[in-house]
């Protein structure tokens, strides 16, 4: 098993531009996630996914979307980049129904810079 | 905002010593988690202790969990070099969310 998957690694962009970070994961988990850390900040929840067809905002959502667009993917999209969006993005998964706590998988990251 | 928060910031410490690394916060919780990071790489989850329970261990780690004071800790006992990483809790408040902490950076020197 792969466990959580992100694409790309690396990813650099002019303010302005969009992208979408894309995120999967093969371990059948009902809840996705996807937070962002920056230096000295630990990590701050952006977006979450409680179950495949909701999506709800989490501590940071400003200047992002979300799509749960399967039970397996879930992406975050950035319409209009900007500096302050500089960050190393994580996604995550878990199964808090079935595992009785919310013990959360994270994926290797996303290093984005907005120049 | 963040639930948590490590002290101390960083640690440097002697292969073979222990680490300790202590977390607070603010709400009641459902349980309490500690992850590791390597450097460059995403987070995973090393141990749970529950509300109700005050003292659990793993291997080489040691957690409690004091409620009454809204604190818990993170004993690394024989440190060795493969545990140089940040080390985060997470508190579970049992709404599909969980809340990090700033973290700890803990560099074992050889």
């Known amino acids: 098993n792969a466990g959580v998957t992100q694409t790309p690694k690396f990813q650099v962009l002019k303010t302005g531009q969009s992208m979408t970070l894309q995120c999967a994961q093969d371990?059948?988990?009902?809840?996705m996630y996807w937070y962002r850390q920056d230096p000295g900040m630990g990590l701050r929840l952006i977006y979450y996914?409680?179950?495949?067809?909701?999506?709800d905002k989490g501590e940071v959502p400003n200047g992002y979307n979300v799509s749960r667009l399967n039970k397996r993917e879930f992406s975050l999209r950035l319409e209009s980049a900007a500096p302050s969006q500089t960050s190393v993005y994580f996604c995550a998964s878990s199964d808090p129904g079935r595992a009785a706590y919310n013990e959360q998988f994270f994926g290797p990251g996303t290093r984005l810079t907005v120049l | 905002s963040q639930q948590g928060e490590e002290d101390p910031q960083a640690l440097s410490i002697q292969e073979g010593e222990n680490a300790t690394m202590n977390c607070s916060y603010k709400t009641s919780i459902n349980n309490l988690q500690w992850y590791r990071q390597n450097s460059g790489r995403g987070l995973v989850h090393l141990i749970l202790?529950?509300?109700?329970?005050r003292e659990k261990h793993s291997g080489r780690l040691r957690v409690t969990l004091d409620t009454s004071k809204k604190s818990s800790s993170l004993l690394i006992t024989a440190s060795r070099a493969a545990d140089t990483a940040s080390y985060f809790c997470?508190?579970?408040?049992?709404?599909?969310?969980?809340?990090f902490g700033a973290g700890t950076t803990v560099t074992v020197r050889a």
């Open positions: 997470a508190t579970d408040g049992n709404d599909y969310k969980l809340s």
């Open positions: 371990m059948n988990h009902n809840s």
């Open positions: 996914s409680a179950s495949e067809g909701t999506t």
């Open positions: 202790i529950r509300s109700n329970e």
